[in-house]
């Protein structure tokens, strides 16, 4: 069993759509990163955290420690937010380049 | 502000040859990491460098493969005698150093390697 799952692997949603994507992780953490990756390839850091919620324009990451859950959430989606979202986490002790990436969650909006 | 960079974009060599792949990381950035992606699946870690220093390599194969950051110039991941399972995309990332290490990453666009 891979230490970090995803979940949906596939999402499809129309414009304007409330989006919620989930990750679960079964290490202790220090951090879990949310990222982008577009369809060209290139990937983009959106969330470091570490507790709690944290909100960028439309985006709003969560994570419960206790749980050792997270969700990314896309308020009125877009069909530019298509892209493959990647959780992945720092171990607890390990370097903070050693992450642990889930598989992600490849996300379609249509217009 | 120049983002990562990466180069070659796109690199095809034949089984057996040497395969580098470089990183130039943001400006003010100490820290460089890389990792790999091979296809269709996700990304792992490999190597995570400071200048002059390898402080985390735990990722990285035991053979074939060696990074390095020197003082002056870019990162380099370098792959001998390479066979068609390295095909892959490199990614590199930066992130500035700062107490606490716990930093946003910087990704470069990777390096689609391609071994035939």
């Known amino acids: 069993k891979n230490e970090v799952e995803q979940s949906p692997q596939n999402l499809t949603a129309q414009e304007g759509e409330f989006i919620t994507i989930n990750c679960s992780y079964s290490v202790g953490i220090s951090a879990l990163h949310w990222l982008q990756q577009h369809p060209g390839g290139g990937i983009v850091s959106l969330f470091m955290l570490s507790s709690g919620k944290k909100k960028h324009g439309r985006l709003i990451a969560t994570i419960n420690i206790q749980e050792k859950h997270s969700s990314l959430h896309i308020t009125a989606s877009h069909p530019r937010d298509s892209a493959v979202y990647i959780c992945?986490?720092?171990?607890?002790?390990?370097?903070?380049?050693?992450?642990?990436f889930g598989k992600g969650t490849k996300l379609s909006v249509k217009p | 502000n120049a983002g990562v960079m990466q180069n070659p974009r796109h690199l095809v060599r034949r089984r057996g040859q040497e395969a580098r792949l470089r990183c130039s990381p943001m400006?003010?950035?100490?820290?460089v990491y890389w990792y790999r992606q091979l296809p269709e699946e996700g990304l792992k870690f490999m190597v995570y460098l400071q200048k002059e220093n390898i402080i985390d390599e735990s990722g990285m194969p035991k053979e074939r493969f060696s990074a390095e950051f020197p003082k002056e110039g870019p990162s380099i991941l370098r792959i001998q005698q390479v066979v068609r399972g390295d095909s892959a995309a490199y990614f590199c990332?930066?992130?500035?150093?700062?107490?606490?290490?716990?930093?946003?990453?910087?990704f470069g666009p990777g390096t689609r390697l391609l071994v035939l």
């Open positions: 990332a930066s992130s500035p150093q700062r107490a606490g290490g716990h930093e946003t990453q910087y």
């Open positions: 992945a986490v720092r171990k607890y002790g390990g370097s903070q380049g050693n992450l642990i």
């Open positions: 400006k003010g950035h100490s820290h």
